[in-house]
């Protein structure tokens, strides 16, 4: 056990520092200024840095790109665009696409040139997913495909999507699942903004009628949607661990330096023994996370996948940071609420991905979606207690044949 | 960069643990319950062979020479065995305690006695306020002849009763100072203070005006602070080592239970009202371990952060331990409020450690000062 970086961890994090120094741009708000912030963080070689180098990755150690994402996360650059594409739709043509797919699609990715979507969930398949009802029906050289997604995340500016849809009804509901590449760009999908409790629309529903996915989009076997769908679950999960700590610890700078200056019964709120007190609970809570994520880190640096492990890591940070944005807005009172004319001192400069800037407001509704997205907290227990404990799955409805 | 056991670690642990499965079965805790002195002293003299009672000493102090890392380990396989005995008292707090501020001669004399087995060890931390903030003492100091006259009371020692020295912080005109007491120096008065937890023990030591010698100072006097901050850091760790393993051992028994206790026809941990509250237990576990262990490296290392990991880890573990042996009982339901189900040996041993070395609430109020002066 050392948990000193090295030397070379050392200088490496020095030169991503100065790189970012030199080159983070003043204002990204445009969809043409985001890829083109993304193109210049892959030309430095920061983006796609865990992809194999023959597909245009970088090769490079968990550690090195968990450096990036945590400098970035220090000098609040904005997020580069394709994350999805990044993140999911990427490795998983990388473990099971075909060399045409692997050729047409990777380097596209990497630079931004097509952004990806994932058709996931449906209004009635969220965490029964494998209960979705989409249709893709071979014809000929083509699939057909019909049907509804929604929480589809960059759907709006999607070029492409990772698609699930059913290809068989008459076996059990995770049998018939399959897997697809879908050109957004075409009459059959109609892609409508969702608009949340932020008020801003990161999500889309996405409408299906008569859309055609070819049959060399055709991601794996027939059948094996599902469990290919598990396999790029886990790639949401790991790289990002240290920026999203170095992100909370930037937030809690802005709330420490706010209770200072907030004041209640004469004095400033952080000499309130009972405030003070729920600032140490959640700052133990911030430095417990950092030590997870350096186990998390050193798990991956060994080439270990943390598998279902990477569910409690989900729930930690998910359910914590809930915690964390309610104690800011109790702290700032009626300053956490504004989503305009917030002044400096109680305003919270973050990018968030939408070409808006943030503020407390939208951290603390938007906090309200980690323990939703990507799996519900209860999902994660779930996979926690069957997977991790061992303990017997519960009797349900659906676990024989049938029709979804 | 690496947060995980090395080989000689995961060997240390293992063979603790089957030293312990071996040597230390719920029927040995239960029958140290009603024993005068409260430990075997079979298995005693079995750790000195084994190194454990040595592990954070020199090789010259016939000690291991290893790390808080290991001892955090040896400490964690306690808490999950329930050990009934004065390790934690003589190694954590008798022998860091006179490692931190001892001399040349009291480090010779004292750590390799406990290394061999041959003497046991002890701090009086407490008094009746519980405030854990050395600079709180009230215990006196008076310089007599040659040597000093100590008065006061201290509370919650833990075996003293056992031990064969006892570090005593006491304020003296030059200020704070800790001194070495043998227990059995006539004006010492103990009396036993019988908690929930019976495989642990505690005393009330009057000190009635006893006289020690000049070479019973530990350190210089008046500089006692510093040593007993660190000291306290330490105790902080190692308890939360300790809570851990009741933790975890706690948290095992209500997975394999749940596992087989049925109702309403299928075992209870298929039901999500009960695989949940494990799925939450054992984050809060996992999430303690992190704690537990970055900060016995940070106080190991010298790292800058180490004053503030070891409140983070004693104010996390505390809660934590607190919510995973709780659910624990409630997951068991009846069978866990028996005496004769042994799941209270070690959710009572995590109680026990809770308010020790500063509770949850008294480390957040130093996080929040150690954020405020770093800037």
């Known amino acids: ?404 | 960069m690496n947060f995980s056991f090395t080989d000689d670690q995961i060997l240390l642990r293992n063979s603790v643990r089957s030293a312990l499965d071996e040597q230390c079965k719920p029927e040995h805790v239960r029958a140290m319950f009603d024993d005068p002195r409260g430990y075997g002293e079979a298995l005693w003299g079995e750790m000195a062979k084994l190194g454990w009672l040595g592990l954070p000493f020199t090789e010259e102090q016939g000690g291991a020479g290893l790390g808080l890392v290991e001892l955090a380990i040896v400490l964690e396989e306690m808490g999950r065995a329930a050990y009934p005995g004065p390790f934690f008292a003589t190694v954590v707090l008798g022998g860091l305690g006179i490692q931190l501020a001892g001399s040349a001669a009291q480090k010779d004399r004292w750590l390799s006695a406990i290394s061999a087995g041959k003497a046991r060890a002890t701090a009086a931390l407490l008094e009746e306020h519980l405030d854990w903030d050395p600079a709180s003492t009230i215990a006196t100091a008076a310089r007599e002849g040659s040597g000093w006259k100590l008065s006061g009371v201290k509370r919650f020692v833990p075996w003293a009763h056992v031990a064969d020295v006892v570090l005593v912080p006491a304020r003296a005109p030059e200020g704070l100072s800790l001194f070495l007491v043998d227990p059995k120096s006539p004006g010492v008065t103990l009396l036993p203070m019988v908690g929930i937890d019976l495989a642990s023990r505690w005393s009330e030591m009057r000190l009635d005006k006893i006289m020690v010698g000049a070479d019973a100072v530990l350190g210089a006097p008046g500089a006692a602070g510093p040593a007993l901050d660190s000291l306290l850091r330490r105790g902080a760790v190692m308890a939360s080592a300790e809570m851990l393993g009741a933790a975890r051992r706690c948290l095992d028994m209500s997975v394999a239970y749940v596992k087989v206790r049925e109702q309403f026809g299928q075992p209870v941990g298929s039901f999500q009202a009960i695989r949940h509250r494990c799925s939450e237990m054992l984050l809060e576990a996992e999430n303690a371990h992190a704690a537990v262990y970055y900060a016995a490296w940070a106080l190991a290392a010298g790292a800058e952060d180490a004053g503030q990991a070891a409140s983070i880890c004693k104010a996390y573990v505390s809660d934590a331990a607190r919510k995973v042996c709780g659910d624990s009982v409630q997951v068991h339901g009846g069978i866990g409020f028996t005496w004769e189900y042994d799941l209270h040996l070690y959710m009572k041993r995590a109680k026990a450690l809770e308010p020790l070395f500063g509770d949850a609430e008294f480390h957040r109020e130093l996080i929040v000062r150690h954020l405020t002066s770093a800037r």
Not at chain 1, 334 to 363: H, N, V
């Open chain 1, 1 to 404: 056990m050392d948990l000193n970086y090295t030397p070379e961890d050392l200088a490496f994090r020095k030169q991503v520092r100065a790189w970012l120094e030199q080159n983070l741009p003043k204002d990204v708000s445009t969809l043409e200024e985001r890829r083109a912030w993304h193109r210049k963080l892959y030309d430095a070689g920061y983006l796609g840095m865990g992809w194999p180098k023959e597909y245009g990755g970088g090769g490079a150690r968990p550690m090195e790109q968990a450096i990036v994402a945590d400098e970035m996360a220090r000098a609040n650059a904005p997020a580069p665009t394709n994350g999805l594409g990044l993140g999911i739709v990427g490795p998983t043509i990388v473990v099971h696409g075909t060399e045409a797919q692997k050729t047409r699609y990777l380097k596209k990715i990497l630079t931004a040139e097509e952004l990806w979507c994932q058709l996931y969930s449906e209004p009635n398949a969220g965490s029964d997913l494998a209960a979705l009802r989409t249709s893709a029906v071979e014809a000929g050289d083509h699939f057909v495909v019909n049907g509804q997604k929604i929480w589809t995340s960059g759907g709006a500016i999607a070029d492409w999507g990772l698609l699930l849809a059913r290809t068989d009804t008459k076996v059990p509901k995770h049998k018939g699942i399959s897997c697809f590449l879908m050109n957004m760009r075409q009459p059959g999908v109609d892609v409508r903004p969702l608009k949340q409790i932020t008020g801003s629309s990161e999500f889309c529903e996405v409408f299906m009628t008569n859309a055609r996915v070819e049959k060399s989009d055709q991601i794996g076997k027939l059948g094996e949607g599902w469990a290919i769908a598990q396999t790029t679950l886990g790639y949401e999960r790991g790289g990002r661990a240290l920026a999203r700590v170095t992100t909370y610890s930037s937030q809690f700078n802005r709330l420490m330096e706010a209770a200072r200056r907030l004041r209640r019964h004469g004095k400033p709120l952080l000499e309130n023994p009972v405030v003070r007190q729920k600032l140490g609970r959640i700052w133990s809570e911030i430095e417990v996370e950092r030590y997870q994520a350096l186990r998390t880190l050193t798990q991956l640096e060994r080439g270990e996948h943390p598998g279902a492990g990477g569910s409690i890591t989900k729930l930690s940070y998910s359910e914590f940071e809930k915690r964390f944005m309610e104690l800011a807005l109790e702290i700032l009172g009626p300053y956490g609420q504004l989503t305009k004319g917030a002044p400096q001192d109680f305003a919270l400069d973050i990018d968030t991905a939408i070409g808006e800037r943030g503020s407390w407001a939208y951290a603390y509704l938007w906090s309200r979606a980690g323990t939703i997205y990507a799996g519900s907290s209860e999902i994660q227990k779930n996979v926690i207690g069957e997977r991790i404990l061992g303990l017997p799955k519960e009797t349900r409805a659906d676990r024989g044949g049938g029709k979804a």
